[in-house]
């Protein structure tokens, strides 16, 4: 069975800093998703990771993959106070029947000023 | 808007009641997937159907159940239900049976159900 973790599970930031949120599962996926939760809202996709080495960027977000290690890093760049949100990291197992996605327990992020 | 419409948003019943969460997946989309959000667990996967047949089960309650209909939308049943249901329910959508490589799920804005 897949299991992903995230760590830390609370993250307080300050603005201006840079800071990393780590995402580990047991067995080997294919894919690797990043995803953005605010309070009480749904989840908005940020990043797919399809490969090893794998790196995408937007803004002040940067995910990487490294599927040997069997993880995944999210880097928040110089944070500001609109990245404080639940951030979800996600993995499926290969050639599972039906490709669930099974998520990490996420990272609460509050940047304070 | 996702495109991923679920209805109620919100949802007040007792324990031992019956209650149908409704979720029109995006179009085109052929699967849909369920999710159920607490406190204490986390996001759990319940249930997955494509194109009207289920796919994947994951850690749904005997006394939770889902179909999805030949127009795709999809209804999650739950009955007998006790405080710990307690969640947000989300759908969510995908054009095939696999997560797209570029796009995975598009989710709903999700059911909160509240059991008193």
């Known amino acids: 069975e897949l299991k992903v973790e995230q760590n830390p599970l609370f993250l307080s930031m300050q603005e201006g800093k840079n800071y990393t949120i780590y995402c580990n599962y047991s067995?080997?996926?294919?894919?690797l998703y990043w995803y953005r939760q605010d309070p009480g809202k749904s989840l908005e996709s940020l990043f797919v990771?399809?490969?090893?080495?794998a790196v995408k960027q937007e803004g002040r977000l940067m995910a990487s993959l490294d599927t040997k290690a069997r993880l995944s890093t999210l880097h928040i760049t110089a944070a500001v106070h609109d990245l404080s949100a639940t951030y979800f990291c996600?993995?499926?197992?290969?050639?599972?029947?039906?490709?669930?996605?099974?998520f990490g327990g996420g990272t609460r992020v509050l940047v304070k000023p | 808007d996702s495109g991923v419409t679920q209805t109620p948003k919100h949802l007040i019943t007792a324990t031992g009641q019956r209650v149908t969460l409704r979720c029109s997946p995006r179009?085109?989309?052929?699967?849909v997937y369920w999710y159920q959000q607490s406190l204490d667990q986390g996001l759990q996967f319940l249930i997955q159907?494509?194109?009207?047949?289920?796919?994947a089960k994951g850690n749904i309650l005997e006394r939770f159940s889902a179909q999805q209909f030949p127009d795709l939308h999809s209804e999650l049943n739950l009955s007998s239900l006790e405080l710990g249901d307690s969640a947000l329910y989300f759908c969510?959508?995908?054009?095939?049976?696999?997560?797209?490589?570029?796009?995975?799920?598009?989710f709903g804005s999700g059911t909160r159900l509240t059991v008193v």
């Open positions: 969510a959508s995908s054009v095939k049976g696999q997560p797209l490589a570029n796009y995975g799920y598009t």
């Open positions: 067995t080997t996926s294919d894919r």
């Open positions: 990771l399809l490969s090893n080495g």
């Open positions: 996600a993995a499926n197992m290969i050639k599972a029947a039906g490709n669930k996605l099974t």
């Open positions: 179009s085109g989309d052929l699967s």
């Open positions: 159907y494509y194109n009207g047949e289920e796919r």
